[in-house]
């Protein structure tokens, strides 16, 4: 014999005792257009509601029954745009990938000391005339305070 399952209970009181995370499919839309008017981006839109779904049904022992189902998943949607906001200020963008791993560019062979960087300014005042070495440590990605200091 199986056993009922709770969120269906009697039909006198099925509305009473109605799951709402059942109720959650009837909130997609609007959730999905309040989305799109906080990140004006599709995809950053429906990966926004996918993280407050997730969120809400973890907490959904906090929700109250007979209260505004529609207006507790906006407000976690909305603080959780505000909390996504807050941590992208605080991120150092990586564009060349120099921090994703292995040595910090400071410590790696080419990012070295004057004397050599007097070296790479006169291979290049010889080999590639007409060629600055401002230039040459430019391509090179040299530190600007290390590069001054070759002139």
Not at 35 to 41: D, E, G, M
Not at 99 to 110: D, I, L, M, Q
Request: contains cysteine; glycine residues 4%; positive net charge.
């Amino acid at each position: 014999m199986a056993l009922p399952d709770p969120r269906q209970g009697s039909a006198n009181h099925a509305s009473a005792q109605a799951d709402p995370r059942d109720a959650i499919v009837a909130h997609l839309g609007p959730m999905r257009a309040f989305a799109l008017s906080l990140t004006r981006n599709n995809a950053a839109a429906d990966d926004l509601v996918q993280d407050t779904l997730v969120k809400a049904w973890k907490s959904f022992a906090s929700f109250q029954p007979g209260t505004n189902l529609q207006a507790w998943l906006f407000t976690i949607e909305r603080n959780t745009f505000y909390s996504d906001r807050r941590k992208a200020k605080r991120e150092i963008a990586d564009v060349d990938g120099a921090f994703a791993g292995g040595e910090p560019p400071w410590r790696s062979s080419f990012f070295c000391s004057a004397a050599s960087l007097l070296d790479l300014a006169l291979i290049s005042s010889t080999e590639m005339p007409g060629v600055s070495s401002i230039k040459i440590f430019v391509s090179a990605r040299v530190p600007s305070a290390l590069a001054s200091r070759a002139h």
